[in-house]
């Protein structure tokens, strides 16, 4: 299966940083790891990516594992503004699993 | 800048009717997509379009069939609606191949279908 597997909702305080998990463990060796969310009624925004180096952003950091099997997007200091579903996807195919529900506690 | 436009944003059908979403990129973009996200779900890929003049299958195509008019242009039509189509649909495009994988697919704000 193409799809990846994350945590179905998580919760974080405001000003905290935010650790999003997603396991892609038949991920082959050509395919970039890609984030995107969605903000309620809106279409999906990108948010990082990468392939096997860790990457940073204005929005955002992605640590990638050294076997690639997992990563994990790093919000480093949550705001109301960053509850979504946050999406890990596999680029090759552009396809969506079910995300994960982030709510920010103020 | 406009990126990925889709029209209409709201449509009431009637079961049986017909109609098109239409969809337009202005960035150049070679491969285009069509999803669908039901209440509480993920996108699901209905059809994509890897380059102007070809179209794939993706999870979910029955009941749906594509065109893709020029680079630009990506539309998705619903011959015979049925209740279980009521869905958000949204159009992407991105680089197609390796530089594709190495930069963002850019999404539409979606069309709100509701076929009763």
């Known amino acids: 299966d193409a799809k990846t597997t994350q945590p179905n909702s998580m919760e974080s305080n405001e000003e905290e940083p935010v650790h999003l998990p997603c396991n892609h463990s038949?991920?082959?060796?050509?395919?970039?790891i890609h984030w995107y969310r969605q903000l309620p009624s809106q279409g999906p925004e990108y948010v990082i990516h990468?392939?096997?180096s860790n990457v940073n952003n204005r929005m955002a950091s992605l640590a990638i594992a050294e076997d690639r099997k997992s990563s994990t997007l790093i919000l480093h200091r949550a705001t109301l503004r960053d509850a979504a579903v946050y999406y890990c996807?596999?680029?090759?195919?552009?396809?969506f699993g079910t995300g994960t529900r982030l709510t920010i506690i103020p | 800048n406009a990126g990925v436009t889709q029209t209409p944003k709201f449509q009431v059908l009637k079961t049986g009717q017909s109609m098109t979403l239409q969809c337009a990129q202005d960035?150049?973009?070679?491969?285009m997509y069509w999803y669908r996200q039901d209440p509480g779900m993920g996108l699901r890929l209905i059809y994509y379009?890897?380059?102007?003049?070809?179209?794939d299958k993706g999870e979910v195509p029955n009941g749906y069939n594509v065109s893709r008019l020029n680079k630009r242009e990506f539309s998705l039509r619903l011959e015979s609606a049925a209740p279980s189509q009521t869905s958000v649909y949204f159009c992407?495009?991105?680089?197609?191949?390796?530089?594709?994988?190495?930069?963002?697919?850019?999404f539409g704000q979606g069309t709100r279908l509701t076929v009763v």
């Open positions: 992407a495009s991105s680089e197609m191949g390796q530089k594709g994988m190495n930069t963002e697919a850019f």
């Open positions: 038949t991920i082959s060796g050509t395919d970039y």
């Open positions: 990468g392939l096997t």
């Open positions: 996807i596999r680029r090759e195919k552009l396809t």
């Open positions: 960035m150049n973009h070679n491969s």
């Open positions: 379009s890897a380059s102007e003049g070809t179209t």
